[in-house]
């Protein structure tokens, strides 16, 4: 059995042999039949080494692009930065448009020349813009006491005179005071800065049996001496009555915020 078996091997081995060389005599016998045979031996490989070096080119393409997207984002993030920055601008001179149509229309309508346009030139140190210095004196026509306005209304009152410069001290300063009364009620009181916080100020002296409402808006009286009547000073947004139940006392929020005004009209002889 055994020799049967290896003598069987052996003829099946001859046979694949034989097969084997019969196909390559085939294959070879032209150039072309060749190259179709080495062809067919290499082509998977071929494909396979395609495949990769497409995906390598991919890969650098999208690495490519990614960087110009990122440049691109960055230029439109900087341009849209630019952008922002030109309209807070505009809006600016905007409002300091506004401001100064106003003012030059309250200006127009002084028809007798009683005020004279100044510009604010400093702010006192501790931020609070209790004082104000105006770029106007003496030299044009300033004087103590003057009275200090904007179209929101009321600003202070000159208090300190140079040739060429003078100080405000406005509604807010506790030693501001201001003769008001209420257009709608008629009632009077006296507005001064002691609680002159956040644009805030004391209205006190109120009769217990005053119609004044909060909301109501006050205006200079012209009692007094100081300021003209009918200026607006503010309008009252809380009421309260005394310990002793005998006046009330009203608190003011100032039309005129010291604070962002630029420019104002200043009462002269």
């Known amino acids: 059995c055994m020799k049967k078996t290896g003598k069987s091997f052996f003829i099946i081995m001859i046979a694949v042999t034989a097969a084997i060389l019969a ?29 990769i070096v497409n995906g390598i080119s991919g890969g650098i393409a999208d690495i490519k692009n990614s960087s110009k997207n990122a440049r691109s984002l960055k230029l439109l993030k900087k341009k ?9 601008m505009l809006e600016s001179y905007k409002k300091e448009n506004e401001q100064l149509r106003s003012l030059l229309e309250l200006k127009k309508n002084d028809a007798e020349g009683n005020y004279t346009a100044a510009n604010v030139i400093g702010r006192d140190s501790d931020g609070v813009y209790y004082t104000l210095t105006i770029d106007k004196g003496s030299r044009d026509g300033i004087k103590q006491d003057a009275s200090v306005i904007v179209p929101e209304g009321l600003v202070g009152a000159v208090c300190e005179v140079a040739k060429n410069f003078s100080k405000v001290r406005t509604l807010l300063d506790a030693e501001s005071s201001v003769s008001v009364i209420c257009p ?43 300021f003209p009547r009918g200026i607006l000073v503010g309008k009252v947004t809380a009421i309260k009555n005394d310990d002793r139940g005998l006046t009330m006392t009203a608190i003011v929020e100032t039309g005129a915020n010291p604070r962002k005004i630029k420019e104002v009209l200043v009462g002269i002889d």
Do not use: W
């Open 80 to 88: 849209n930065a630019e952008l922002s920055d030109e309209v807070r």
């Open 184 to 226: 709608r009620s008629g009632d009077m009181a006296i507005v001064d800065g002691a609680s002159g916080q956040n644009g805030l100020c004391s209205m006190n002296y109120i009769d217990k049996d005053a119609k004044i409402v909060v909301g109501d808006s006050v205006e200079t009286s012209g009692t007094g001496g100081v």
């Open 23 to 51: 196909i390559m005599a085939v294959s070879f016998k032209t150039e072309t039949s060749a190259a179709s045979a080495i062809g067919s031996v290499f082509a998977p490989v071929q494909k396979a080494a395609a495949f």
